[in-house]
């Protein structure tokens, strides 16, 4: 069974920065990528920035330049960090960890954005 942990959200006010973090554990088989994605309420959920094993990134538009994903030296861990955070990035953030045969996701972490 695969674990995703994740950890750094809280109430920041506009203009402010935050890091989250996600750590998998378990029976990881051929990892595609790893990354965030988020939900507001009453939306869809929508992708923010994932990061594959071979190092190639994909951000959201919205978040290009403001948000970098990057990763320790353990293949299944990310971070996400977050500056210049606006009111619309308030959201339930979710890692998830894809392979070639599933879908992973964490519990979510709640980064709320105050003006």
């Known amino acids: 069974q695969v674990r995703l942990v994740e950890s750094g959200g809280g109430l920041v006010q506009a203009g402010g920065s935050l890091r989250l973090s996600c750590a998998a554990s378990g029976r990881i088989f051929s990892m595609k990528s790893m990354g965030w994605y988020r939900q507001a309420p009453g939306k869809q959920r929508e992708l923010v920035a994932t990061?594959?094993?071979?190092?190639?990134?994909n951000y959201a538009d919205s978040v290009k330049g403001r948000f970098t994903i990057s990763r320790d030296n353990a293949d299944y861990t990310r971070k996400l960090q977050m500056n210049n955070l606006k009111p619309e990035d308030t959201a339930i953030y979710y890692c998830?960890?894809?392979?070639?045969?599933?879908?992973?996701w964490g519990q979510g972490t709640q980064v709320t954005v105050s003006s």
């Open positions: 998830t960890l894809t392979t070639f045969a599933n879908d992973y």
């Open positions: 990061l594959t094993r071979g190092g190639i990134t």
